[in-house]
């Protein structure tokens, strides 16, 4: 596509569910990014895709966030059992390579009640 | 990973001034990219400085890369409202090799 896509853009979901988040990136990106922006803070580095390689999870917070990419296209964060502070916004991102600028897409905003 | 310091964390100047915002590390920095996010909005993508002592600039936007590679300055001349906004600096986060640190990001604000 044109750009990032991510749904859904809004997710309201009770503590203790699971959500399941995705992005469809640009088409022939081979990097794909998740970042989390808690109101008025930065940017935090979830997890990374490149290609076919083992993706790098450094940034994943705790062993309830997973996220997973089919085919080298779209991907899927996944949060268990979720917390209210887990609430945020969630960016993807996609590049043509690494070390490359990102194009965003317009996040997902997660609220946890 | 490498941890970049930004400032100043909030701006507030009148329509027609200037603005600068800098980013400091205490490591020397392979590459720094500039994002800004509008109110709302998600970040963008604005420009990437690679070369040492590097002046980039975009319209009424210069950029540039110290010659220790270690900080940069986003500098905009004579604000518009439509430069509302907040600006990032990014750097390479070394454990992840190729994903990106953000700043905290300059908040700016521009009234008429």
Not at chain 1, 46 to 73: C, H, M, V, W
Not at chain 2, 23 to 37: A, D, F, G, H
């Amino acid at each position: 596509g044109a750009g990032v896509s991510q749904s859904p853009s809004n997710k309201v979901t009770e503590k203790g569910k699971d959500v399941e988040l995705r992005c469809d990136p640009i088409s022939g990106h081979t990097a794909l990014y998740w970042y989390r922006q808690s109101l008025g803070q930065g940017l935090e580095f979830l997890i990374y895709f490149q290609g076919n390689s083992a993706p790098d999870k450094s940034g994943l917070p705790s062993d309830r966030f997973s996220a997973e990419r089919t085919g080298g296209s779209v991907s899927t964060l996944t949060i268990q059992r979720t917390q209210q502070e887990d609430s945020a916004v969630y960016l993807c991102a996609s590049s043509h390579g690494t070390l490359r600028g990102y194009t965003f897409g317009s996040g997902t905003r997660l609220t946890v009640v | 990973g490498q941890q970049v310091m930004q400032i100043p964390q909030y701006q507030h100047v009148q329509e027609g001034e200037d603005f600068t915002t800098y980013c400091n590390s205490s490591t020397t920095l392979s590459n720094i990219q500039w994002y800004k996010q509008r109110p709302g909005g998600h970040p963008v993508f604005l420009i990437q400085l690679v070369k040492s002592g590097e002046v980039k600039k975009q319209k009424r936007l210069t950029f540039q890369f110290g010659e220790a590679k270690k900080n940069s300055s986003l500098h905009i001349t004579a604000t518009q409202t439509t430069d509302v906004g907040t600006y990032f600096c990014a750097v390479p986060n070394s454990n992840s090799g190729y994903a990106l640190n953000f700043g905290k990001g300059t908040s700016l604000l521009v009234t008429p």
